[in-house]
């Protein structure tokens, strides 16, 4: 089991910023790609950013120059800074780590959400 544990999301104004942090934890081999994906209600799960072990970045066009996605290998955790922040950016955001476990296996673990609401 992989666990993926989401903080940072809350309110905050248009223009503002706020930093996501996921932390992923259990009995696993590798995470390969480490991601955030966004849901708005009635809507499908669309990718926002997402990276790689060796650290190639990939963005969804509506975020990119606001957002910055890293991450800390040693400490399996994810970031995304968001700056310049627009009403439209409001939704809950998911983590998302993938990878393999210790027999090889892939996976594919989800965190629980976290809302960010943006005012305007």
């Known amino acids: 089991q992989v666990q993926l544990v989401e903080s940072g999301g809350g309110l905050v104004q248009a223009g503002g910023s706020l930093r996501l942090s996921c932390a992923a934890s259990g009995s696993f081999f590798r995470i390969n790609v480490m991601g955030w994906y966004r849901q708005a209600p009635g809507k499908q799960r669309e990718l926002v950013a997402q990276?790689?072990?060796?650290?190639?970045?990939n963005y969804v066009d509506s975020v990119k120059g606001r957002f910055t996605i890293s991450r800390d290998n040693a400490k399996n955790t994810v970031y995304l800074q968001k700056n310049s922040l627009k009403t439209e950016d409001t939704t809950v955001y998911y983590c998302l780590g993938r990878g393999t476990y210790i027999n090889g296996l892939p996976f594919d673990s989800w965190g629980q959400g976290t809302q960010v609401t943006v005012a305007s």
């Open positions: 990276i790689t072990s060796g650290d190639t970045t």
